[in-house]
């Protein structure tokens, strides 16, 4: 697939589980898209300015600790985490798939992915069945997210 924003979309959660039980090395970014992003296969560390080896993803691989736990509250969680980032970063900002290379670790200590693949735009409404389903369990949370002093 090119680095077009001309994705498909992913539209619901169980079509996004069934993507990630049928493959591994995918990563979700956020971000304005691959057209933005591929030009320089980069992200910066917010703190310092400093770039990084490649595009700060989260895994969406499920770990083996995990064991027969439904992969789709997995999924949810790893989109709820992060939930918060289009808020913070501005318009424009939106989940993808992508698959691709590590090659280390940022601040947070977050995959950075270089030979990025765009596979799919994630729609927003797979967010919010996301934070239905994270609401849903014995012993909820919130998105992750750093707040100023």
């Given at each position: 697939m090119s680095a077009s924003d001309d994705l498909p979309v992913v539209r619901t959660l169980a079509e996004l589980t069934a993507l990630?039980?049928?493959?591994?090395?995918?990563?979700?970014?956020?971000?304005r898209g691959p057209g933005?992003?591929?030009?320089d296969v980069s992200?910066?560390?917010?703190?310092?300015?400093?770039?990084?080896?490649?595009?700060?993803?989260?895994?969406?691989?499920?770990?083996?600790?995990?064991?027969?736990?439904?992969?789709?509250?997995?999924?949810?969680?790893?989109?709820?985490?992060?939930?918060?980032?289009?808020h913070e970063k501005g318009p424009g900002v939106r989940p993808w798939?992508?698959?691709?290379?590590?090659t280390g670790r940022?601040?947070?200590?977050?995959?950075l992915v270089a030979d990025a693949r765009?596979?799919?735009w994630i729609d927003s409404g797979v967010i919010e069945e996301a934070r239905t389903e994270?609401?849903?369990?014995?012993?909820?949370?919130g998105p992750l997210r750093r707040t100023g002093r």
């Open positions: 990630v039980e049928e493959h591994r090395g995918l990563y979700v970014r956020w971000s933005t992003d591929l030009a992200s910066t560390d917010d703190l310092t300015g400093a770039p990084m080896p490649g595009l700060s993803a989260n895994p969406l691989d499920v770990e083996n600790w995990w064991r027969d736990r439904p992969v789709e509250v997995w999924v949810a969680r790893r989109l709820h985490d992060y939930a918060h980032l289009p798939v992508l698959s691709g290379r590590e940022g601040p947070d200590n977050e995959p765009p596979l799919c994270v609401e849903r369990q014995e012993r909820p949370w």
